[in-house]
């Protein structure tokens, strides 16, 4: 399985920005889907995850502003970043984890970047 990134770039603050992550290859059942970021100097935290038995959780600073959501058609998660904060700068690290015949895994996509300015 490949996680495949998109989106991110060059936001404003207060605007809005989307990232899309689609898993493809195999057959396999995503158990969950999730983001991660890390800016310059700090430690890689968790953003939002979406788990197939339960609804989605978020970091706190971006609660309020960011929807994560999941269309199981595609294998494919979008995270909904409105109301966008410079320290929302980072890279954005999507995740899934899923299970095949073979177990569980985890499996990383592409770093993506945002950069948001005022």
């Known amino acids: 399985v490949q996680l495949q990134a998109y989106g991110g770039g060059l936001g404003q603050a207060r605007g809005s920005l989307r990232l899309s992550c689609a898993a493809s290859?195999?057959?396999?059942?995503?158990?969950?889907f999730g983001w991660f970021r890390q800016s310059p100097g700090n430690a890689r935290e968790q953003v939002a995850a979406?788990?197939?038995?339960?609804?989605?959780n978020y970091e706190d600073s971006v609660k309020g502003r960011f929807t994560i959501s999941r269309d199981n058609t595609k294998n494919t998660a979008y995270l909904q970043m409105d109301s966008l904060k410079l320290e929302d700068t980072a890279v954005y690290y999507c995740?899934?984890?899923?299970?095949?015949?073979?177990?569980?895994?985890?499996?990383w996509g592409q770093g993506t970047l945002v950069t948001v300015s005022s």
């Open positions: 995740f899934a984890r899923y299970s095949d015949y073979t177990g569980d895994h985890t499996v």
């Open positions: 290859g195999g057959t396999f059942t995503i158990k969950a």
């Open positions: 979406i788990r197939s038995d339960s609804g989605p």
